[in-house]
C-alpha cells in the first residue's frame, strides 16, 4: 500500500512536469475547459429564463446540480477518465504486454498511470459554483447534510469509476470500438440533470441498475435536505458492490488476455 | 456536347466509387458508428424530458407546446445524422500526419473527396439511426398528436443545403491545420457556439431575444434549426426562401475561404512523412 501511494506521487510529479513543458498548451486546454463548464452554465439559464422549476428543482438548485456533476466529473478526468479510455488502443496496439510485466497491479497502472491536469480549472471554477449555490440554500445546510453530500458524491464516483471498467473491460474482446469512453462521457452528460425528469421504470433504473441518480441528483439532494434517509446506505453499498464486479470482471478478462503483439 | 458527357459520366464513376469506399470504411467500423450516433442521439432524447418537467402547466414556452417541443427533438436529431459534419478532425490529422499528400497526387480534387466521403458517413448514419427512431417514436408516441410536416421543396432545399453548409464549415475549419500546429483546441472551442446556436440544444426560438438576433449573424442556425423548423411547418414561406438563399451565401463565402486557406496553406504544408 505504501508503495502505491508513494507511486501515485510520482505519478502526479511527472503529469505537473509535463505540463509545465508546453505551458501554452496546458492554458489552452484549461480555458477550453472552463469554456464547457460556462456552455452548461448558458444552457441553464437558458431553460430558467423560461421557467422556474424543472421537476421540483428551481434555478439554485440546478447550480448545485450542475456543479456537482462538473466536480465529479472534472476529479475523474484528472484521475482515470483519460486513462482507462486508452485501454482499447493499449489491448489493439498490443502495448498492454508491457503493462502486464511491470511490478505493479496492472489495474492501478491502467487506471491511474497519467495524471490529467487540464481539468484543474474546470475542478476550481465548479467548486466556486458549489460554494455559490450552497451558500444560497434556505436554510443553510446543517453539518450532517455537508458530510452525507461528500460520502454520497465518493460513492457516486466509485460507481462511476466501476461502471466505466466494467465497459472498458469489454474492450479485451471487442477491439474495434475505440470510442466507448465517447458513451460514457454521454451518459456522464445526461447526470447534470436531475433524474426526477424520468418516470416509472426508467427512473428506477437510473436509479438502481445504471446508478445514474447516485452521481449528482442524489447528493445534492442530500445537501438540500430532500433525499430519503436509507438512500444512503444504499448508496454507500451499490458501490462497494459494483467496485467488487469491476474489479472481479478485470481479472477475469486479463486473465483471457491473448496478446495482439506475439 | 458528347465530350461534355463523358466528362460527367467520368466524373459521377469517380465519385460513386469513392462514396463506395467510404460507406464500406463505415461498415468496418459499425460498432464505433453506434456509439458516435448514440452520443448524439441520447441527448437529444433526454431533452424533451427536460422540458416537458418545465412546463408546470404553461401552455407554450418560447412559442412550442409540450408536444411540439418533443417532436422538435425527434426531427432534429434525425436530420442532425444527415446534416452536421465533423469530419475537420479526420482532415486535421490526414494533414498533420502527412497522409494529406496522397491526396494533392490524385486527379480529383480534395474538397469533392472529402465531400463524398462525408455524404458516404451521413448515409450510413442515416440508415443506422432509423430503427433507434423507431423507438423513440414509440417511447414518445403518447405526446405527439396532431402531428403535420411539411414536405415541400423549400424543406428539401433546405435539409441539403443545410447539409452542405455544415459541411464546408467543417471542411474550411479543417485546412485551418494547414497553418497551425494545435487546431485541436480551436475545434473543441467551435462547438460551443455551433451546438448552442444550431438548435441541437435548444430550439433558437427558446433563446432571448437577442441571442436569436445574434444568431441570425451566424452560419449555425443555417445547419440543423432551419430544416427542422421549415419540416414542422413553423416557417412562412417566404422566410423560407429568404433563409434558404441565406444557406447559399454562407456556402458561396465558406467556400471561397476554403480556396483561400487552400492556396496560402499549401504554401506551409509541410507534407511530413515524405
Redesign the interface.
Known sequence: MRRYWRLYKVFWRNGFRREIEFRA?FW??V??NF??L??FV??VE??Y???????GWDRNDAFLLVATSYWMGSVASITFFRNLGMLPSLIRLGTFDFVVVKPVSSLFWVSFRFVNMDEIGTLIGSFAMLGYAVSRIRPLPGLEQVVEYFVLCFSGLTMYYSLYLLTMTLSFW?V?????S??I???L??AR?PT???RGIVQRILTFVIPLAFIATIPSKAMLGRMEWWLLPVGVGLAAFLLMCAVAFWRFATRHYSSASS | MSEVRRRWVTWFRKARAIFSIYFQDSL??R??AV??I??DV??AV?MP????????G?AS??GYAPGEMVLYYLCMVTFTNFIVAHLMWDVAMEIKEGQFSVYLVRPFSYLQTTFIRNLAWRVFRLMVFVPMLALVVWLYAPHLTNVRFHWGVTFWLSLVMGHVVSFMLAYTLGLLALFFQ?VF?VY??YY?PM??LSGQ??PVG???EW?QALSRYMPFQYTVALPTEIFMARVPESVAWQSIGVQVVWTVFLYLLAKVFWRKGLLYYTGVGM
Open positions: 498548451n489552452a486546454k480555458l477550453t469554456a464547457w460556462f456552455f448558458a444552457l437558458v431553460i429564463a423560461r421557467t422556474n422549476a424543472i421537476a471487442l474495434r470500438v475505440d470510442n466507448l465517447a458513451l462521457d454521454t451518459i452528460y445526461m440533470f426526477d425528469i424520468f | 468496418a467500423y460498432g464505433q456509439i458516435w448514440l452520443t441520447i441527448p433526454v424530458l427536460v422540458w416537458l418537467s418545465a412546463y408546470n404553461r414556452i418560447g494545435e483546441s473543441n472551442i460551443i451546438l448552442f440544444l435548444v427558446v433563446f432571448p441571442l
